[in-house]
């Protein structure tokens, strides 16, 4: 059940380095605004809104940010926003799937569509990339959650699926629809999460050189930069040496 993985590693240091951190809250808000508007308020009766608020809380977001945002769908304000995937490779084809949500879908898809045109990328059909990855929930420990036995076992006790141990911790892994069950029976094992959020995990991942590696980082990096987009993943692995060169 224990395995290292590089790709988690890059993704959760990626996440943890967001551009500024105004840019994740603005994100993070948005989230809470949509599950909040598409559920009940009251994030004990809506599961999407409580993993959105439990991310939001691991990235030191302000309680005071979090009340905002749900007030904002309760009272009407919210913006109706439109959840759309775009899937497309990067340099060296490296598969790459982009989450946004937006008012205007046609302004977004020009925008992402530009971005991987400018960086060496070719946006590809709904569809293209998704089978190359699998949907499921990602909750991360740091090390100081216990001895890897210990979480190991709070994991399987959890109903998760795998645990992958590195230097930085641990990366529990569960299906999608377990991840606010899975999330609750860890936070009462081992305490709060760094992170517990849905993911595209890729079934395979493509290795890079530096030169490569740096390439697809602008694109992704371009792409994240884009305030309709909320998330970026793409299936790359580095070795330990580019990995510090990054």
């Not at 709904?126 to 499921?136: N, Q």
């Not at 076992?153 to 069950?181: H, I, P, Q, Y």
């Amino acid at each position: 059940m224990a395995g290292h993985s590089k790709w988690a590693n890059i993704q959760h240091r990626k996440g943890r380095q967001d551009a500024a951190r105004s840019k994740l809250f603005s994100r993070l808000s948005k989230e809470i605004t949509v599950a909040a508007k598409m559920g009940d308020p009251d994030p004990d009766k809506n599961p999407r809104l409580r993993l959105a608020v439990k991310e939001a809380k691991a990235n030191s977001m302000p309680k005071d940010n979090i009340d905002r945002a749900i007030k904002k769908a309760t009272g009407g304000e919210a913006e109706n926003y439109e959840e759309i995937r775009y899937e497309g490779y990067g340099p060296n084809g490296v598969a790459i799937i982009v989450e946004a949500m937006t008012d205007n879908r046609n302004r977004t898809a020009s925008n992402v569509r530009s971005t991987f045109t400018k960086r060496g990328g070719n946006l590809g059909e709904t569809g293209s990339v998704a089978f190359l990855f699998d949907r499921k929930g990602q909750i991360v420990y740091g090390t100081e959650a216990g001895p890897e036995d210990d979480v190991m076992m709070a994991a399987l006790e959890a109903g998760a699926e795998d645990v992958e141990t590195g230097e930085d911790g641990f990366v529990v892994w569960c299906a999608d629809s377990d991840l606010n069950d899975v999330s609750a029976a860890l936070e009462a094992a081992l305490g709060e999460a760094e992170s517990t959020r849905l993911v595209w995990r890729p079934q395979t991942t493509t290795e890079l050189d530096l030169a490569a590696a740096q390439s697809l980082m602008k694109l992704i990096e371009a792409l994240e930069d884009d305030d309709d987009v909320q998330s970026v993943t793409a299936n790359m692995e580095v070795s330990d040496e580019v990995m510090a060169q990054l």
